[in-house]
């Protein structure tokens, strides 16, 4: 099982609590049990939720912007309850400046950097079609971007817009001017890691305007997965690994309720066909014709027996009907129109009848 945390979320004290923010933001927290980031961030924030104060320590690249706008709204919702203050330490840059605006208050360290650029998406082999609505999309990702940006900087929004355009690096005085941070103060810069791979993430690795200090770390660095055993991940996050636990329990048991259901409706289904084919054997047939529409109605278009019925009598009323006009043509020309019929009524009626007989006949049908 891998573990892929970029963060981690503990009480310091009664009343304070701390996140840390380090690394790439990635979609994926532990993608065995399709849990997101944000998910489990948010779950996770349940640990503090008695605190008064919580400091974020922020030292990221950035990374999944959808997963990042999740984890903003929360962190915004939060901070109408307690105080937050995020500090800057190593980096904030691309998505991750968002987590950094986030809070009440907003503390850069010296030498260290926020960043903010365009979005970024990858794609593989794409028609214009699919092109067109990449760059739609990206920007309306830009738009809402400057959008939050605008909330807290003092810049204007076209400026934003142009800083953007020209993936710009602040110092930490610079981010003060422009109303990104509230306050400067000294921090060791941390070591920073960073790799950064997905969809419309905000990218910093293959950025053209890095600072040489952030390239040379970064071309050290490489951002590998941790592997966990599932004694040492129950050891570490016992209460999310119950919790799962949990979940896919019941995820076993509704699926094994929705098996059976299916089996029951499966085996039900398959005794009324077989009822339905042993019906249509039982029909006696004296043509081809007739064991045509019985073996159309078995494979090709299934139809109730009791439709097959009704067919082959018309099929044999017709055929009755051609051979009593035969007939009856017959003994026109042998002159035999006086003889007087054994059922009474009028000649229409008589043929009529006829047609039944014999069509009831060759159904072995009584009349």
Same mark, same amino acid.
């Given at each position: ?33 399709? =849990? ?26 950035? +990374? ?44 850069? +360290?010296? +030498? ?206 017709? =055929? ?8 009856? +043509? ?38």
């Amino acid at each position: 099982m891998s573990k892929n945390l970029f963060f981690s979320i503990k009480n310091l004290s009664d009343d304070e609590g701390e996140i840390r923010i380090s690394g790439e933001i990635t979609r994926w927290a532990w993608e065995e049990f399709g =849990q997101t980031s944000s998910l489990i961030f948010i779950k996770q924030l349940e640990k503090i939720k008695n605190a008064r104060k919580v400091s974020i320590k922020i030292n990221s690249p950035g +990374g999944d912007i959808s997963e990042t706008l999740a984890i903003y709204h929360e962190l915004k919702r939060l901070s109408q309850t307690k105080e937050i203050t995020a500090y800057i330490d190593g980096m904030a840059c691309s998505a991750a400046t968002l987590i950094a605006i986030a809070a009440k208050k907003t503390v850069m +360290g010296k +030498g260290c950097y926020f960043m903010i650029h365009n979005p970024m998406i990858y794609m593989g082999y794409s028609n214009t079609g699919e092109m067109q609505e990449a760059i739609e999309h990206l920007n309306k990702t830009k738009e809402n971007m400057i959008d939050l940006y605008e909330e807290k900087s003092s810049l204007s929004r076209e400026d934003i817009a142009k800083k953007m355009d020209e993936e710009t690096y602040f110092t930490a005085q610079e981010a003060l001017e422009a109303g990104f941070i509230d306050e400067i103060a000294s921090y060791d810069t941390n070591t920073v890691t960073s790799n950064i791979v997905n969809v419309c993430s905000m990218n910093l690795k293959n950025s053209k305007k890095i600072p040489k200090e952030l390239s040379e770390i970064l071309n050290k660095k490489e951002n590998k997965e941790e592997k966990m055993t599932l004694t040492e991940l129950r050891a570490q996050y016992p209460e999310l690994l119950n919790q799962f636990e949990g979940e896919i329990l019941n995820s076993v048991t509704s699926t094994d309720t929705v098996k059976n259901t299916i089996n029951k409706a499966v085996q039900a289904a398959i005794t009324e066909e077989r009822k339905r084919i042993q019906s249509l054997d039982g029909i006696k047939t004296y043509s081809q014709a007739a064991k045509d529409i019985i073996n159309k109605a078995k494979f090709e278009e299934p139809r109730d027996y009791k439709d097959i019925i009704v067919d082959l009598y018309n099929m044999n009323s017709e =055929q009755a009907g051609k051979e009593i006009e035969m007939i009856e +043509g017959e003994k026109t020309a042998a002159g035999f129109n006086n003889i007087s019929s054994a059922i009474e009524g009028s000649a229409k009626e008589q043929m009529i009848s006829n047609i039944v007989e014999v069509a009831l006949k060759e159904l072995k049908i009584n009349k």
